[in-house]
C-alpha cells in the first residue's frame, strides 16, 4: 500500500517512476518460469482469497510439458461480506496487481489472463482496463514481452453480482458463459479448468504480493509474519504483509497493511479508533462471515492463519474483521448472516439448498421472539452437517454457512437462550456508512 498512502498516480508512467515493473523485467531477463516458480514457492506465500493455500505449490500442479493453451484466472469477484481490499489495491495501484498477474503467467506459462471483476467495482473494472490498456502500449502485454519469447492476452470479464463466483470452479463456468454451478473435484482446475484446459485461479492480492516476491526478495517477504511452528509439521507459517479491513462498530472504519499476526484488539484499539460510542465490543466476525464468529474474550487472537482456527473459527478468510458493540444483538447477527448465505446458495446441493433455507427460518423466529429451546441445536445439527466436510456438497459455501451459525449457539448461547425464554424481540441493527 505504499503508493496508495501517498496518493500516487495510477498511471503506468507513475508506477515505473516508483520501481514499477522492475521485478517484471529482472524475472524475464534473468529467471525461468520454473525459477520463478520456486521463488514463490520458497517464500511461504499463501493465498490472500481465503483458503490460505500455498501458491507456489499450486502452481506446480499444472501438468508438466503441456502444449497449451493454459489460463490464469484472477479473482477479483470478492463478495464476502465487509470486504474491500481487493476493490481498493484495482482502484488505485492497479499497474501493481498487473504487474504481480503478468509475473504469475509467465511462471505457469499461462498465454491468457482473465480477470473477473464483480460487476458493482465499476470504478475498479474502468482503472484496471485503463491499466491493461497502458501495458499493451508500452510492450508489456501483447506479442514478445520486454523484447522475449513471451506472449500474454489480458481481458477482463465481468461478473454479476454472485457470491458463488468466488469459488473457483463457480468462477470458471461463469467465464465459460455459463450458469455459475461449481463443479465436481477432481478434476482440478490445474488439470482441467477453464474451457477444459489447465487454469491456475489466484487472487488479486495475492498476484500483488508476487510482484513484492519478485522484486525484494525471498528473504524480505519471510522477514515478515509468523514463521511456521517447528511442532506442527502442517504448519506453513503465516509469511508476509496483509490487508485487513476495519468495518463495523469502530470509530475509524478502513484497510491498513500490517504484518500477518496482528490480534483484533490490535486491529481495533490502535488502528480502528476503538469501539464507536464509547461502548465495548461484544464479538466481531475475523474474515468474513464464512470464517466464523469471535467473542470480546478472543480479541487477543492472531490474525494469521493459525490463529482464528484456535478459536473454532474456519480460517483467516478475506482477514475481512467486523465488530459488533455490546449494545448489538446477537439474534440480528445470525438472521443477516443466515439471509446472506440463504440468498447466495447456487442451490445445486440439496444440503445447502435446504438447509440455508432451514437456518433462515429458525434465525426469523429467534429474532421475532418466537424461538424454541430446541431450535438452538437444530441450529447447530444442520451448521455440522452440510459443507464439503462433512462430505454432503460439492463446494465451500455451505460450510461457510454453517460454520457462523454454530458459531453463534455456541458462543453466545446464553443471549439466544434469554431471547427465547422471555419472548422478546431482537432489536434491530444500525444501518451503517463509509466502508
Known amino acids: 500500500m505504499r503508493r496508495i498512502l501517498k496518493s500516487a498516480s495510477p498511471s503506468l508512467d507513475a508506477y515505473r517512476a516508483d520501481g514499477g515493473y522492475q521485478a517484471l523485467q529482472k524475472a ?40 497449451g493453451p493454459i489460463y490464469m484466472c484472477i479473482n477479483a469477484d470478492e463478495s464476502e461480506p465487509c470486504t474491500f481490499n481487493n476493490r481498493i489495491l484495482m482502484e488505485q495501484d492497479p499497474h501493481q496487481v498487473l504487474e504481480g498477474i503478468i509475473l504469475s503467467c509467465y511462471a505457469t506459462r499461462a498465454s491468457i489472463a482473465y480477470i473477473y471483476v464483480r460487476y458493482e467495482y465499476g470504478p475498479a473494472t474502468r482503472a484496471l482496463q485503463k491499466a491493461i490498456d497502458e501495458a499493451y502500449g508500452a510492450g508489456l502485454l501483447g506479442r514478445n514481452i520486454l523484447g522475449k519469447d513471451f506472449h500474454l492476452e489480458a481481458y477482463l470479464h465481468r461478473g454479476a453480482g ?14 465459460e458463459g455459463k450458469r455459475a454451478w461449481p463443479r465436481i473435484k477432481p478434476p482440478f482446475p490445474a488439470v482441467e ?27 524480505w517477504f519471510k522477514s515478515i509474519g509468523v514463521p511456521a511452528d517447528p511442532k506442527n509439521p502442517r504448519d506453513a507459517g503465516s509469511y508476509g504483509p496483509k490487508l485487513y ?9 478502513g484497510l491498513v497493511e500490517l504484518p500477518l499476526g496482528v490480534t483484533v484488539r490490535d486491529l481495533v484499539d490502535k488502528h480502528g479508533g476503538g469501539v464507536w460510542k464509547g461502548r465495548k465490543a461484544k464479538g466481531c466476525i475475523p474474515g468474513g462471515f464464512s470464517m466464523g464468529l469471535m467473542t470480546e474474550a478472543e480479541f487477543d487472537t492472531a490474525l494469521d492463519f493459525a490463529g482464528p482456527g484456535k478459536v473454532g473459527c474456519l480460517g483467516l478468510g478475506t482477514a475481512a474483521v467486523t465488530i459488533f458493540d455490546e449494545e448489538t444483538s446477537i439474534a440480528e447477527v445470525l438472521y443477516n448472516i ?14 445447502c439448498r ?12 429467534l429474532r421475532r421472539g418466537q424461538g424454541r429451546l430446541e431450535d438452538l441445536q ?11 466436510m462433512p462430505g454432503t456438497t460439492i463446494c465451500g459455501l455451505a460450510d461457510g ?26 432489536k434491530a441493527l444500525p444501518v451503517l456508512t463509509g466502508h
Open 28 to 67: 524475464v531477463a534473468e529467471m525461468t518460469p520454473a525459477q520463478v516458480t520456486q521463488t514463490v514457492k520458497d517464500s511461504g506465500l499463501r493465498g490472500r482469497g481465503g483458503a490460505g493455500f500455498p501458491t507456489g505449490l499450486k502452481w506446480t500442479f499444472l501438468p508438466k510439458d503441456h502444449p
Open 162 to 175: 454472485a457470491y458463488i463466483c468466488g469459488e473457483e470452479t463457480g468462477l470458471i463456468e461463469s467465464l
Open 193 to 219: 479448468g477453464a474451457f477444459r484446459k489447465p487454469t491456475v485461479v489466484n487472487n488479486i492480492e495475492t498476484a500483488a504480493c508476487v510482484t513484492h516476491i519478485i522484486g525484494k526478495g525471498v528473504e
Open 245 to 253: 479491513c476495519i468495518s463495523g462498530h469502530v470509530n475509524k472504519p
Open 338 to 351: 443466515c439471509r446472506f448465505f440463504e440468498h447466495e446458495s447456487c442451490g445445486q446441493c440439496t444440503p
Open 354 to 365: 435446504e438447509g440455508t433455507g432451514w437456518m433462515l427460518k429458525i434465525a426469523d423466529r
Open 378 to 388: 437444530i441450529l447447530e445439527e444442520v451448521g455440522d452437517k452440510i459443507g464439503i
Open 401 to 426: 454457512a454453517g460454520w457462523p451459525v454454530k458459531q453463534a449457539v455456541r458462543k453466545f448461547r446464553k443471549e439466544l437462550e434469554s431471547y427465547i425464554r422471555s419472548g422478546q424481540k431482537a
